[in-house]
């Protein structure tokens, strides 16, 4: 199967509440501002599909697998709805939209919005304000962002080009997982057990898992490409849990945009890409026919001690033969690309410390250079007890549980931004989450005699415009690993990083202030802190960090009630009344 060419225009969460392959033709209309109003269907429905000589019916977006890839321009308004056919609860998110002034438009179900019921639909209204490159939406409740996701390309303003050379091409690719089980069969197996959820079967690209899994050599992703050319590869990670290694065989990639933001571009061979990130990246084809094909390959980058899916995916990077060339694309030699080793820390520190905004006139740098509020967050593994008349498979009988700060998330039934917005929170949120670890240990060293987690749902209340910088520091409580996290309304600046327990006497001297990186989702070091800093800029938004990378993240249970409610859309179009905002820290 080959590629869809985008032609060139003419789960741990804390909460801080801030006060592909196919495309769909959206009908279009004329915003008010200097965009244009786009207008999408998203029919949830159930589809049969096969993979791993393995059939079964999937939650789908319009019957597609990936779903539909969504684009629009910088300015422009979109509007969504979102109708569910299926028995699962649904909700959307739109990763990495910033939402300003349109929290209710987000997605995390019983965070931002009561969850769309069978029979019922939403219409996600919101706009894009100063962000142009490659993000994505997904499903936002328990495990259907398995099967629910798709591309969301953001091109620049008419007439405004790349900060790079134009491309010939673009191609969105798109990394998941494929389960022969159902999925949300998987996260409910893992909730009754208190164990870790068992892994996918195959990693795929484009939701093809490629020649490399048995009875896969027909649901290949092929890119197909003409020699002397310079192609915009658009990378998106959906897995659930892992982060990848990604390379193309005797090719160089040049890194141009994360997460939506322009960066100093830099030559690699191997790009790593955590859950919930996206990268862009031009890739120059050879000047000549290179009487060869290459293979396309991604594995995990695993740190922690849990089981992983460790396969490989793979695709094909085909070049188009001369028309007078009588070559067989067919007895063309299959090369390979070298990954890192599965557990190569070093390279993923050292990938991660080229990464640079461009600082520039045009796409400044806006780091805070004073900070209003410092908290310290603890990010890792606990446990909970079992219940009396049960066995559990966590430590020692126990239940696993992610913690911020040794807190782990209740899931409320009625949505967090509800509750703020009518200012009927008593009961539903705590204002007394702990800014710092109540009790301070040797994070990354011995362990605790303790590994019980509290539980609840709290939030740190801050004032509009607020400067945070916020460190997250992994544990080794049950053994260090990776974190990623990711902020919903803001993206944040990460100006440090390192190994070992972060020392705020030292370790600030060589922040970043200058062009650190900007984006909306970062790793915890395994082992180690990284320190990031925002503006709570955005009134009635919210900010929720999720851990996407920890195999024993919780779902949230469809079955939940949720007060139905839904802001008025000129409220939620203009609100700016409430000069508070929350931080809220809760855990799944």
């Known amino acids: 199967m080959g590629a869809s060419f985008l032609q060139l225009p003419s789960f741990l969460g804390v909460f801080l509440f801030s006060c592909i392959t196919f495309c769909l033709l959206p009908e279009i209309s004329h915003a008010k501002d200097t965009g ?13 599909v096969t993979r791993l000589c393995h059939t079964k019916s999937i939650v789908t977006v319009n019957g597609q697998f990936p779903g539909p890839r969504i684009v629009a321009r910088e300015g422009d308004r979109l509007l969504i709805k979102v109708v569910n056919h299926v028995q699962n609860n649904i909700s959307i998110h739109w990763h990495g939209i910033r939402q300003l002034q349109s929290g209710w438009a987000d997605g995390p179900a019983y965070v ?3 969850p769309i019921q069978t029979g019922q639909s939403y219409v996600y209204n919101f706009t894009i304000v100063g962000q142009r490159g490659t993000l994505f939406w997904h499903a936002h409740i328990s495990w259907l962002r398995s099967t629910l996701y798709g591309p969301l390309i953001i091109l620049p303003k008419p007439n405004v080009p790349y ?3 134009k491309p010939y091409k673009e191609v969105p690719i798109i990394f998941g997982e494929w389960w022969n089980a159902d999925p949300e069969a998987v996260i409910s197996q893992a909730l009754k057990t208190g164990g870790g959820p068992n892994v996918s079967d195959a990693y795929t690209f484009n939701g093809l898992p490629g020649p490399l899994y048995n009875c896969s050599a027909k649901d290949t992703f092929k890119l197909k490409v003409k020699s002397n050319k310079t192609y915009l590869l658009r990378f998106i990670n959906a897995a659930l849990n892992d982060e990848l290694f990604f390379s193309i ?29 996206t990268t862009n990246v031009l890739l120059k084809t050879k000047p000549n026919f290179p009487n060869a094909s290459f293979l396309m390959t991604a594995r995990p980058y695993v740190t922690g001690l849990g089981t992983f899916d460790n396969s490989t995916v793979a695709g094909i990077l085909k070049y188009e033969s001369p028309s007078h060339s009588a070559v067989s694309i067919k007895k063309l030699p299959l090369l390979k690309p070298t990954l890192p080793p599965l557990n190569d820390t070093s390279f993923a520190a050292n990938f991660t410390s080229k990464l640079r905004s461009l600082a520039s006139p045009q796409f400044p740098a806006n780091v805070p250079q004073k900070v209003d509020r410092h908290f310290f967050f603890t990010v890792g593994l606990g446990t909970s007890p079992c219940e009396k008349s049960q066995t559990c498979q966590g430590p020692n009988g126990t239940r696993f549980a992610a913690s911020v700060n040794n807190v782990s998330f209740v899931t409320p039934t009625t949505a967090l931004l509800q509750a703020h917005f009518t200012g009927q929170s008593n009961g539903v949120y705590s204002p007394f989450f702990p800014i710092t670890p109540i009790i301070p240990f ?16 709290k ?10 910088e916020l460190v997250m520091q992994d544990t080794s409580i049950l053994g260090a690993e990776s974190h990623p996290l990711h902020l919903h309304g803001f993206n944040f600046f990460v100006v440090g990083q390192g190994f070992g327990n972060y020392d705020p006497n030292k370790d600030p001297a060589n ?7 900007e984006r909306n989702t970062v790793g915890v070091p395994s082992g180690g802190w990284v320190a990031i800093r925002f503006l709570a800029d955005n009134p009635e938004g919210m900010v929720h960090a999720l851990s996407l990378g920890d195999p024993h993240q919780l779902g949230l249970e469809d079955g939940l009630g949720c007060l139905r409610w839904k802001a008025p ?17 809760t855990h799944s």
Do not use: W
């Not at 244009?36 to 049969?48: G, P, S």
């Not at 065989?249 to 919930?276: C, M, R, S």
């Not at 040797?442 to 749902?457: A, D, F, K, L």
């Not at 939620?572 to 820290?585: D, I, K, P, V, W």
């Open 442 to 457: 040797n994070y990354t060293g011995n362990p605790p005699n303790s590994t019980m987690v509290s539980n609840g749902t």
């Open 511 to 517: 922040f970043n202030l200058v062009d650190p990186i």
């Open 163 to 165: 900060p790079f050379q």
């Open 112 to 114: 931002t919005q009561c």
């Open 569 to 585: 859309q000129s409220e939620a179009a203009s609100s700016t009344s409430r000069s508070s905002q929350m931080l809220t820290l």
């Open 459 to 468: 939030v740190v209340v801050l004032p509009f415009n607020t400067s945070v």
């Open 36 to 48: 244009i109003t786009r207008h999408y269907k998203f029919d949830i429905k159930l589809q049969n």
């Open 249 to 277: 065989a005797n090719h160089t990639l040049t890194v141009v945009d994360v997460d939506a933001i322009y960066v100093k571009p830099f030559e690699t061979n191997t790009i790593l890409i955590t859950p919930g990130q």
